[in-house]
C-alpha cells in the first residue's frame, strides 16, 4: 500500500526534441584517415614549438588546476560508493548519573541491587563499549545509480581536462605562429624604412641642386618616422605575445625562442578530414557532453526513488555497566536492532520540485549535447574553408607584393634621375608596406585556421602517433620531456604513478572509462567520394622559387596545396601529414 499511495503521484517527464541528422561528410568533403589521429610532434614537426607545448602540458597553472578537478571527481566516486553500504561504527562512553531520591525512579534506585549483593552507587555511573550498524537498503537502485551518476561525471571530468590540452597546444602553436608574423613585419618595416631613408638623402641631394623643395624632404621624413614608430608597436606586440606563450608554458616573462625560417613561404599540404561520425570519438568536448547526458539521466532515477518508501536497518551490540570491572560479564552484554520502511505520503512538493528539477537539467544536458555536436561540425566546415580561401588569397597578395616591389624599384629610379615626382615614390612605397603587412596578417590567419582546423577535428591530444597522450606523461616534470619524447622517434614513456584504481565503475582511474559504441564511424558513403588529402603540412619550399597555385577541379580535395619540390633533406614518410620544417 505504501509503494502504490506513494508512487501513483509521480509526475509525467518531458522528453527533449530529436536533433538534426549529422551529415555524412563535411559539405562534400571526406578522406579515408583522418588527422585527429596524428600526434603533435609529426604534425608539427618544429623541435622549439613541441617543446614549448610539453613545457606547457607540465606547466600550465590552468592545466594543474584541471588535474584536481579530476581528483575530486574521483573522490566523489568513492564517496557515492560507501554510500550503499552498511555504516559500522565503534565506540565507548562513559559517564555518571544521579537522580533526585524524591523522584519515582529515585525512590526505586535507592532499593534496588545488583548481582552479587551490593546496591548501586551515588551517584551512578554508567560505561559501555559497543558496535553499532546502520544500513538504507538499496531497494530502488538510488544510491547505486547516484553512485554511477558521480562515475560518468568524472569520466566528464577527464574528457573536459583533455579537451583543454588540446586548446592549450593550439593556443601555442597560434601564438607562436603570429610572433614568426611579427618577426616578419619587423623585417619589412626595417627594409622599407631602409628604402625611405635613401629616398630622403635623394630628395635632400635634389633640393641642395635646386632640382627639389623642402616639401619632398619633409614628406620622406614624415614618413620614417611613422614607420620607426610602428617598429616600436611591433616590437611591444612581441613582447606581449612572448609573454603569453610564456604564461601558457608557466613560466615568467623571457625570450622565446624561434625556428628562423620563411613565414610566407611556409604553406601546407596534407589534411585527413574523415568522416563526421568520428568527431564523437575525436572531440574531447563531444565526450564529455556524452558523460553528462548520461550523468543527468541517473540523476533523474535518482530524483524518483524518493516517492518510494526507505528500509532503513540499525542494530548494535556491546557490554554496558555502571563500574568497568563488570563490563565484560556475560551479564553485561546487550544487543539491539531495529527496521524503519517510510514512505512520503502528505505534502511532496519538495519531493516532486527535485523530480521535475532533475528532468529540466537532463533535457539541458541533452540540448548541450546537440549543440556541441553541431558546433564541432561547424567549425571544421569553417576552419577547412578558412585554410583554403586565405591559401588562395596569399597566392594573390604575392602576386600584388611582387607588382609593388617592382614598381618601387622603377619609381625609385626614375626620381633619382629627376623623372618622376616624390609623391609617386612615397605612395609606391607606402602601398608596397600596407601590402606587405595585409599579407603577413592573411598567412598568419591561413597557419591559425590550420592549427584550429586540427583542433577542431580533434588533434593535439595525441603526443605521438604511436599513441602516447598526455594521460601518459602528466606527472614528468618539464626537462624530462624532450628526452622521453624525441623528435620522431616512438619512445616508451612511464605511466605516471597513483594511477592503481581500476576503471569505474569497478574503480576510479585517471584514465577516461570507454565510450559506448553508440556513435561508430559511418562509412564513408558512395555518393560521397573519398577525396585525396588535403593540404595540411606547415613546411616551407626547399627553394627560393615563388609559390604558385595549381589548377583544382570538381573533385579535388577542399584543400591542395602545391607539392614541394624534390629535396636532398631526410624527410621520413610517416610524418606525412604534419606541420613541419625541413631538418
Known amino acids: 500500500m505504501l509503494m502504490v499511495l506513494s508512487g501513483c503521484s509521480i509526475p509525467q517527464l518531458c522528453c527533449p526534441q530529436p536533433g538534426p541528422a549529422m551529415p555524412n561528410d563535411f559539405n562534400g568533403k571526406s578522406s579515408a584517415e583522418n588527422t585527429a589521429q596524428v600526434g603533435i610532434d609529426e604534425f608539427f614537426n618544429d623541435p622549439v614549438l613541441t617543446n614549448l607545448i610539453y613545457e606547457g602540458l607540465a606547466s600550465n597553472q590552468e592545466l594543474k588546476i584541471r588535474n584536481q578537478e579530476v581528483q575530486i571527481a574521483r573522490n566523489e566516486i568513492l ?4 554510500a550503499y553500504l552498511p555504516f559500522v561504527s565503534v565506540g565507548a562512553r562513559g559517564g555518571f548519573d544521579r537522580t533526585s531520591r524524591y523522584t519515582p525512579l529515585g525512590a526505586a534506585e535507592d532499593q534496588l541491587t545488583y548481582p552479587g549483593g551490593g546496591r548501586f552507587p551515588d551517584p551512578l555511573g554508567n560505561v559501555g563499549l559497543s558496535a553499532n550498524l546502520f544500513w538504507q537498503v538499496d531497494i530502488w537502485r538510488q544510491l547505486r545509480n547516484a553512485r554511477d551518476s558521480a562515475t560518468q561525471r568524472y569520466v566528464e571530468a577527464v574528457e573536459a581536462r583533455d579537451y583543454f590540452v588540446t586548446r592549450l597546444v593550439a593556443e601555442v602553436a597560434e601564438n607562436y605562429y603570429e610572433l614568426a608574423s611579427l618577426d616578419k613585419r619587423l623585417v619589412f618595416l626595417d627594409q622599407t624604412i631602409e628604402i625611405q631613408k635613401q629616398s630622403l638623402q635623394v630628395a635632400e641631394a635634389q633640393k641642395e641642386a635646386a632640382r627639389g ?140 520540485a527535485e523530480y521535475q528539477s532533475a528532468n529540466a537539467r537532463q533535457l539541458q544536458a541533452a540540448y548541450d549535447y546537440q549543440r556541441t555536436v553541431l558546433n564541432a561540425f561547424t567549425e571544421v566546415v569553417n576552419r577547412m574553408a578558412k585554410v583554403e580561401n586565405y591559401r588562395q588569397s596569399v597566392l594573390i597578395k604575392q602576386g600584388q607584393v611582387k607588382a609593388l616591389e617592382e614598381s618601387v624599384s622603377v619609381a625609385t629610379n626614375l626620381f633619382q634621375n629627376a623623372r618622376a615626382e616624390y609623391v609617386d615614390v612615397l605612395l609606391s612605397q607606402r602601398d608596397l608596406l600596407e601590402a606587405r603587412t595585409a599579407l603577413i596578417e592573411t598567412k598568419q590567419q591561413q597557419l591559425s585556421a590550420i592549427v584550429n582546423a586540427y583542433q577542431a577535428l580533434g588533434g593535439g591530444y595525441l603526443l605521438t602517433s604511436g599513441g602516447t597522450t598526455y594521460a601518459d606523461i602528466r606527472c614528468l616534470p618539464p626537462e624530462m620531456l624532450p628526452s622521453m619524447l624525441p623528435m620522431g622517434e616512438e619512445t616508451p614513456v612511464p605511466l605516471p604513478g597513483n594511477e592503481t584504481l581500476p576503471v569505474p565503475p569497478g574503480g576510479d582511474s585517471l584514465m577516461p572509462a570507454p565510450l559506448a559504441p553508440a556513435a561508430d564511424p559511418a562509412p564513408v558513403p ?57 631538418q
Open 79 to 82: 564517496s557515492r560508493r560507501g
Open 526 to 582: 558512395a555518393q560521397s567520394p573519398v577525396l585525396e588529402p588535403a593540404g595540411m603540412s606547415l613546411l616551407p619550399p626547399t627553394t627560393g622559387e615563388a609559390v604558385l597555385p595549381v589548377s583544382y577541379g570538381q573533385h579535388e580535395p577542399v584543400i591542395r596545396m602545391q607539392h614541394l619540390p624534390e629535396s636532398t633533406s631526410q624527410i621520413p614518410t610517416k610524418f606525412e601529414n604534419s606541420l613541419r620544417n625541413p
Open 213 to 352: 623643395t623642402e616639401l619632398g624632404v619633409q614628406r620622406f621624413l614624415a614618413e620614417v618616422r611613422k614607420n620607426e614608430s610602428q617598429r616600436l608597436i611591433v616590437q611591444q606586440r612581441i613582447i606581449e605575445v612572448e609573454n603569453k606563450i610564456n604564461f601558457l608554458a608557466g613560466r615568467y616573462p623571457q625570450r622565446v625562442a624561434r625556428e628562423q625560417w620563411d613565414f610566407i613561404n611556409l604553406d601546407s599540404r596534407i589534411l585527413n578530414v574523415g568522416v563526421p561520425a568520428q568527431l564523437l570519438q575525436n572531440r574531447r568536448d563531444i565526450r564529455a557532453a556524452e558523460r553528462e547526458l548520461a550523468a543527468s539521466g541517473l540523476d533523474v532515477q535518482v530524483a524518483r526513488a524518493n516517492f518510494y518508501p526507505q528500509l532503513n536497518i540499525s542494530a548494535g551490540v556491546g557490554f554496558e555497566a555502571f563500574n568497568p570491572r563488570y563490563l565484560f560479564d556475560p551479564g553485561a552484554f546487550i544487543a539491539n536492532t531495529a527496521g524503519d520502511l517510510v514512505a512520503p505520503l502528505i505534502n511532496k512538493k519538495a519531493i516532486r
